[in-house]
């Protein structure tokens, strides 16, 4: 990602639980609000529900910070209200979740790793 | 999200700054609506959960946005920032309180969302019949004529006389249109014919209301004449339901009443004058063809400008003088103006209204009366943090502010559960009462055309007005009263967090106010019980599981119908006759009848004479007159009292006879038998033969469900053509009649039944209100029977919030006593003393608030008059059960604290903190 200094992306890092969830919603695909809710609510398995205010002051956020963007997608008229906007990752944005999950699985890896020297000398 | 929940979330997203709202409003809206798409599928918990939730995050979050914006904005001033900073702390802090104490928080919203509901439900059904507004021009400017006459003060109709000369001699009003409501037969594409409400108008009324076509024109002059092609103007809804919005029927021809009539307009959307109309027909006056006395218009006007009502009424007056000289006709009458909405609206529907919103208002009072409470004892408590507070520097503006700031969290929120409730009351509204025929209209129980219950921008405003007044009236006594305490005082002596001559004041207050509410309200909702109980014995003779009723209208020239097929009376009598043996012959048809009138819904009059009696010709009795067939009382499984019912053998030929009703028999032949004696009606020729009473009949409600006279006889079918027809039938005898069948097992046939039986004699006549006899009745009761729904949820919420709010009076100032207690236990007093010094402190009061309230009560009841079925305002049974009932209620709310304090140990009670 040569877009980006190393220091802008640390600069978002860490991510908080809540803002990576909606990372990850709109990293697998284009989303609006409800469905970004929605998606938050399924893959925390019902522990993280969402409500409308604060998942758009937390749009609001990204969408200042230049993680997310506004997508000009619009699914066909017929089937979708025109007042629906859709949001989707910007590159940094992409670089931001990418960080954390390796940042995340550093830390992850480094307690197994204590974890299996702990049970070895036991 | 439906059409209520949408603007109530636009009004929290008030509480974000404008640049947040702006840019994501809208699509936030779509948000939350498919948030509580999904919650209204798992229950009413999680649309609850939702709404609080977006009401809480919009206070946090809504404040949290503005703070970061004023944070943003360097160049703000300070100061500003300082304000926004503490009032972001206050709210921050107001929540946690909030939370801390959840049955506290959870019982205040409770309470004022009852209120706020209530409230807002009846500013919204006010505010959509009478003030958001007519759909004409300057509608305060159209004016209503009636004519009375003097002597009887009876009002009547306008004759084709008397408009045209009033239209040529007023200089008031712009011009004057005339209408005349008619019902209207449209044969439909698959050939049935229909049944619609129309009216015949005056070219010049659309002008003189604005009214503007959506498609097509409205009628011209060359229209009114006699004798023009027949044209016709279709409503929008109409024109959308039947013709499947199809702007090629402009130009088409439809069959009105049998003939030929061209479609020239689409009316605009949403226009229905006068009442709620479908179609329009020109109104062909020729009033040269007509004796003066004749015809009934409905007429209107639209003032000049500048010109006021008094002057307009004044000028009519003048005329009314000149054409009184002129006609004899004339002699005693008067024109009687009111405006358009007076008219439509009418009197007893907005004293009826406004009753229902005081109502709404006391409950409203209590609530904030209870929430009042409920925070001034937590306030008390929290004396000493508030004391603290003052010792290190906090104003008493500053502590005020904060107290308010956590009372107005619980007013929105009870704001924001108020307004679901009055969502779902307003629906009611329109179902039940609109439907249900509660409506008592000068013209009947069918809702206005102009009329939309919404909860939009103006009762919105509304709520949010409530809110923020019942913060101030829940809040700020308990707010002033803490904040104002002696600081030393309380630090000193912490067991005295709240002393006990503020709260005996406080408590003072508070039981008269709940108590005089309660009792008011509690006295309007078992008026309307009582009378709902009343109305159950209406009909209470007549079995009517299994009877249906229809409806059917003949044409009639004088409705301006074209009337080829039924030219006369006998061509009339021959169509009904025949029906009803086609009827009875039909399978599963047990007996048939076609009568003037059906029970319960009143009937026509007619001045009688009694042989041997009253025969002079000044003393004659008005008494009530239905024609029936012959199987009328076996239809409705009516026995006779005395002597016979009707039969086949009474003709034309053979003597004339009558049955009378128990009250006629009573008041005319009291202790005699009524059988064989003779009646007569008076008509103007004295050409009616004497009637032999050959039977007595139960009363079957024949002056309709309030039933004020119910002396009454009836006149066979078969004989109706006899003597003086017109005196026998009434006006519109033979051309509107009503058909009742009795049926073996179910209804559901009887509407194809009446249809395929009408057709086979007359293809061209409606079959219009085919309804089972129980709705019949159920429909006539409507008025009284929902108003009490209203009532007994405003009585009911009244009663809890006041044994809730007595509740904790008086535990409140019984815990406070507590230590006192403890040492007159100490010193020897019984457990029942205790309880009788604290009830016989609460007495007074008690009575007090009850004196007031049976007051109150009084003032309210009388306007209640309109909806109570047989039950006086004034009851004294039931001001003595609601009297009982709150006795009883303060007076367990006065033991059971008084009990519980009396059981502890005096020595804990004595160390009581």
């Known amino acids: ?122 | 999200m439906n059409s209520t929940s949408g603007p109530i979330y636009r009004w929290l997203l008030l509480a974000y700054p404008r640049s947040f709202r702006e840019r994501f409003g809208d699509t936030m809206c779509e948000t939350f609506g498919d948030a509580l798409h999904a919650a209204r599928q798992e229950g009413l918990a999680a649309v609850g959960r939702v709404w609080i939730s977006a009401a809480v995050h919009a206070v946090r979050f809504g404040a949290g946005e503005r703070f970061a914006e004023i944070k943003r904005r360097a160049s703000v001033a300070k100061d500003a920032s300082m304000t926004l900073r503490s009032l972001s702390a206050d709210i921050r802090y107001g929540i946690r309180m909030l939370m801390k104490h959840r049955g506290l928080t959870l019982n205040a919203v409770a309470a004022l969302a009852l209120g706020i509901g209530l409230t807002t439900t009846m500013f919204s059904i006010v505010y959509g019949a009478v003030f958001r507004g007519l759909p004409f021009e300057r509608p305060d400017e159209l004016v209503h004529f009636e004519r009375e006459n003097l002597e009887t003060g009876r009002q009547m109709a306008v004759t084709y006389h008397d408009y045209a000369d009033w239209r040529a001699q007023q200089t008031s009003f712009v011009d004057l249109g005339a209408f005349v409501e008619a019902v209207i037969h449209v044969k439909s594409p698959r050939g049935h014919a229909e049944r619609n409400d129309g009216v015949f108008i005056s070219h010049a009324s659309f002008g003189l209301m604005g009214a503007r076509p959506l498609i097509g024109r409205l009628f011209s002059a060359e229209d009114d004449r006699p004798g023009a092609p027949n044209t016709i103007v279709l409503s929008h809804a109409i024109w959308q339901r039947q013709f499947g919005s199809d702007s090629a029927i402009v130009g088409r021809t439809l069959q009105i009443h049998g003939e030929g009539t061209t479609v020239i307009g689409i009316m605009a959307r949403g226009f229905g004058f006068p009442i709620a109309e479908q179609f329009w027909l020109p109104l062909r006056l020729d009033h040269n063809r007509v004796e003066r006395g004749g015809g009934r218009l409905d007429v209107f006007g639209r003032l000049k400008p500048g010109v006021t009502f008094e002057q307009a009424v004044a000028e009519f007056e003048g005329i009314a003088k000149r054409l009184e000289l002129e006609y004899p006709v004339n002699a005693g009458v008067r024109a009687t103006l009111k405006t358009f909405r007076d008219e439509y609206v009418g009197q007893d529907f907005m004293n009826t209204l406004r009753i229902m919103f005081i109502v709404a208002v006391l409950v409203l009072v209590v609530a904030c009366a209870n929430v009042a409470n409920l925070l001034f004892a937590r306030t008390s408590r929290r004396a000493t943090e508030i004391a603290v507070r003052t010792a290190i520097g906090a104003s008493r503006a500053r502590i005020i502010r904060q107290l308010l700031t956590e009372t107005f969290l619980i007013a929105l929120l009870g704001a924001v559960a108020g307004l679901a409730l009055a969502n779902l009351a307003v629906d009611w509204f329109q179902s039940s009462m609109i439907e249900g025929g509660g409506l008592p209209l000068p013209h009947g129980p069918v809702a206005l055309f102009w009329w939309d219950f919404r909860i939009d921008a103006v009762p919105l405003a509304f709520v949010l007005i409530l809110t923020l007044t019942s913060t101030l009236v829940a809040g700020l006594v308990p707010a002033i009263k803490t904040s104002g305490a002696d600081v030393s005082g309380i630090l000193k002596d912490n067991s005295r967090g709240s002393s006990g001559s503020r709260v005996g004041r406080m408590a003072k207050a508070l039981i008269i106010s709940e108590l005089a509410v309660t009792t008011g309200v509690l006295v309007a909702a078992g008026l309307t019980v009582k009378s709902v109980l009343q109305t159950m014995t209406v009909g209470r003779d007549l079995s009517t599981d299994q009877v249906m009723t229809a409806r059917i209208g003949l044409p009639d020239r004088r409705m301006g119908l074209h009337d080829a097929n039924y030219p006369d009376l006998n061509a009339r009598f021959r169509f009904w006759d025949q029906l009803v043996h086609r009827l009875a012959d039909q399978p599963g048809v047990l007996s048939a009848t076609v009568t003037t009138n059906l029970p319960v819904t009143g009937s026509g009059s007619a001045r009688i004479a009694v042989e041997g009696m009253n025969e002079s010709e000044e003393d004659s009795p008005s008494v009530r007159r239905v024609v029936v067939s012959a199987n009328f009382f076996e239809t409705f499984g009516v026995g006779m009292i005395q002597g016979r019912s009707f039969n086949e053998r009474d003709q034309v030929g053979s003597e004339p006879v009558t049955i009378v009703n128990q009250s006629f028999a009573d008041r005319f032949f009291p202790g005699t038998s009524p059988l064989f004696r003779r009646i007569k009606i008076r008509d103007a020729e004295g050409q009616d033969p004497w009637l032999t009473v050959v039977g007595v009949a139960p009363d079957l409600w024949m002056d309709g469900p309030r039933n004020r006279d119910p002396e009454g006889f009836y006149i066979p079918f078969t004989q109706s053509l006899m003597g003086n027809p017109q005196a026998r039938l009434g006006f519109w005898g033979l051309t509107f009649m009503n058909i009742a069948v009795r049926v073996r097992g179910d209804l559901v046939d009887a509407p194809s039944l009446f249809r395929t039986t009408v057709s086979s004699i007359d293809g061209d006549v409606p079959v219009s209100t085919v309804r089972p006899m129980r709705e019949v009745i159920g429909q006539r009761l409507g008025r009284y029977r929902v108003y009490s729904i209203f009532f007994m949820a405003c009585g009911g919420a009244a009663l809890l919030l006041a044994l809730i709010g007595l509740y904790g009076v008086l535990a409140f100032s019984v815990s406070s006593r507590t230590a006192e207690i403890g040492i007159r236990m100490a010193l020897g007093s019984g457990t029942s003393r205790v309880v009788r010094s604290v009830v016989t402190q609460a007495a007074r009061h008690i009575v007090v608030g009850l004196g007031i309230g049976t007051l109150l009560a009084l003032w309210l009841s009388r306007g209640l008059n309109q909806i109570l079925y047989q039950v006086e305002p004034w009851d004294a049974g039931v001001f003595a059960g609601v009297v009982a009932l709150l006795v009883m209620t303060s007076l367990i709310a006065c033991i059971v604290p008084a009990r519980r304090a009396a059981r502890i140990d005096p020595a804990d009670a004595v160390r009581y903190d």
């Open chain 1, 1 to 122: 990602m040569p877009a980006f200094g190393q220091e802008a992306i640390d600069g978002f890092l860490p991510v908080k639980p809540l803002v990576y969830h909606i990372l990850l919603a709109l990293a697998e695909e284009e989303r609006h609000g409800y469905a970004i809710m929605q998606r938050v609510r399924e893959r925390s398995e019902n522990r993280l529900r969402l409500e409308t205010g604060p998942l758009y002051r937390q749009l609001k956020r990204l969408l200042d910070e230049g993680l997310v963007e506004e997508s000009e997608h619009r699914p066909a008229p017929d089937r979708d209200d025109q007042r629906r906007r859709y949001y989707r990752l910007t590159r940094l944005g992409h670089a931001v979740i990418a960080a954390e999950t390796e940042r995340m699985a550093d830390l992850v890896n480094h307690a197994r790793r204590l974890e299996d020297t702990q049970q070895a000398e036991a």
